[in-house]
């Protein structure tokens, strides 16, 4: 089992940046892909991007692509999610999520349903 947490969340005008940490602990010693995803009122959880067990692979929605940037320290149990040109739109319930991965496959998943383990989300509100 694998406990992941989020921080970093809050409020910031169109324009800004923030960057959303995800800290695990728990049974880290096996290996996993992770992934941001987020959620607005009414609307379906949405993939942002994801990354692979050793950071060597990464990948973005392109509704962020180009703003969004994922990093992760295996050493620290951490994955980042830095986030810049924030628009009204991003504003959403962001979660953080793992997925086992065994066999360290170069690769992360864009659906939810992949990911064995979540957050309990952060809140980020963007202003116009």
């Known amino acids: 089992q694998v406990q992941l947490v989020e921080s970093g969340g809050g409020a910031v005008q169109a324009g800004g940046s923030l960057r959303l940490s995800c800290t695990a602990s728990?049974?880290?010693?096996?290996?996993?892909?992770m992934g941001w995803f987020r959620q607005a009122p009414e609307r379906e959880r949405e993939f942002l991007g994801g990354v692979s067990w050793n950071g060597g692979t990464t990948g973005y929605a392109d509704s962020v692509k180009g703003r969004f940037t994922i990093s992760r320290d295996n050493a620290k149990k951490t994955m980042s999610l830095q986030m810049d040109s924030l628009k009204p739109e991003d504003t959403a319930n962001y979660f953080c999520?793992?997925?086992?991965?065994?066999?360290?496959?170069?690769?992360?998943?864009?659906?939810?349903?992949?990911?064995?383990?979540w957050g309990q989300g952060t809140q980020v509100t963007v202003s116009s």
């Open positions: 728990g049974d880290t010693r096996s290996f996993y892909f």
């Open positions: 999520a793992a997925g086992d991965d065994p066999f360290k496959t170069d690769t992360y998943y864009d659906t939810p349903d992949a990911y064995d383990y």
